[in-house]
């Protein structure tokens, strides 16, 4: 199994702040990266597929990039709905495997 | 707008079989290009790929599983399953049902139900 490990597992940030997440796979996986956020008691919702596409009603604040084992999202000035935990996730081979989370708090 | 709803028992009992449906609304099961796929997450956990259904008969598991889960397509009812075998408490999880879509080489869950928690419990 391909192996994704997500740093930092914790953050704290401000409303306005550019906040960065990676993401590391244990093997090369190309572009083949999601990102989703999650919200307490909510399903996970798509942000970015294939590393860099961003997901059609998705705002602009949410890019990502990377290509081969690492790979960030980053928030360009966060909003208050931004905090949550974000997941990384790999679809180039099954079984699909996720990062643990990197939850986003208010500082 | 295409929706998903995962409907079930809440409780099992240890040994039992876990037996989850979702129901899709707003769209045919039937349309090409999707995989039928159930997600799992262990409370205060992350998430955990359990496996999919694609064009009715091709199937993947998670091989963690040791075989225990089963995916399945009813078109006639515009639903798809999930049973899983022999649970015990570590089966404890909110389980969502997904849509996920491809688009070129591109795969990703872009389409989730509201998750349905079930606990193994005597």
């Known amino acids: 199994d391909i192996q994704m490990t997500q740093s930092p597992s914790s953050l704290s940030a401000s409303v306005g702040d550019r906040v960065t997440i990676t993401c590391r796979a244990s093997q090369s996986i190309s572009t083949y990266l999601n990102w989703y956020q999650q919200k307490p008691g909510k399903a996970p919702n798509l942000l970015i597929y294939?590393?860099?596409r961003l997901q059609g009603g998705v705002p602009s604040r949410f890019s990502g990039s990377g290509s081969g084992t690492d790979f960030t999202l980053t928030l360009s000035s966060l909003q208050p709905e931004d905090f949550a935990t974000y997941y990384c996730q790999q679809s180039y081979s099954t079984p699909y495997t996720f990062g643990q989370g990197t939850k986003l708090e208010i500082k | 707008q295409v929706q998903l709803q995962e409907s079930g028992p809440g409780l099992v009992k240890p040994s039992q079989t876990l037996s989850l449906t979702c129901t899709v609304s707003g769209g045919s099961i039937s349309s090409g290009g999707y995989y039928w796929s159930w997600i799992r997450q262990h409370p205060g956990k992350g998430l955990e790929w359990i496996g999919y259904?694609?064009?009715?008969?091709?199937?993947d598991y998670n091989p963690s599983l040791k075989s225990r889960a089963t995916i399945s397509v009813d078109t006639s009812k515009n639903q798809f399953s999930l049973k899983m075998t022999s649970v015990t408490a570590a089966d404890t999880a909110v389980y969502f049902c997904?849509?996920?879509?491809?688009?070129?080489?591109?795969?990703?869950?872009?389409?989730w139900g509201r998750g349905t928690l079930v606990i193994v419990s005597s």
């Open positions: 997904a849509r996920e879509d491809t688009m070129m080489s591109w795969r990703y869950f872009a389409l």
């Open positions: 259904n694609y064009e009715i008969g091709r199937t």
């Open positions: 294939d590393a860099s």
